[in-house]
């Protein structure tokens, strides 16, 4: 479906760019980046919006420990290395 006119962006070119970038884009500016545009009229801004926060999932609100899109995830988790000494 197309969700943005003026570009011809559909939610599956959104869910795409979202997927696809290194760096995930978290706002319509950031997926029109993505797809080489721009915004016009900007009234599919909310819509754009809503599919970066589904194809987020958890990650939309906050990427913690565990999230292979945190930089933490990358790094050891010292809290259960701790645990596990102690027990
Ligand atoms: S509908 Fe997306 S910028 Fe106009």
Known sequence: ???CSCNVISDHDVRNAVNAAD???RS??????CL?????????????KTIIDDA???CAKSC???CPHSAAAAEPDVHAEF???AS
């Open 1 to 3: 479906m197309i969700v």
């Open 23 to 25: 760096d995930l884009p």
């Open 28 to 33: 319509p500016k950031q997926v029109y980046d």
């Open 36 to 48: 080489g545009c721009s915004a016009e009229c900007g009234r599919c801004a909310r819509t754009i």
């Open 56 to 58: 987020l999932g958890a």
């Open 64 to 66: 913690g420990a565990g």
């Open 83 to 85: 645990a596990l000494a």
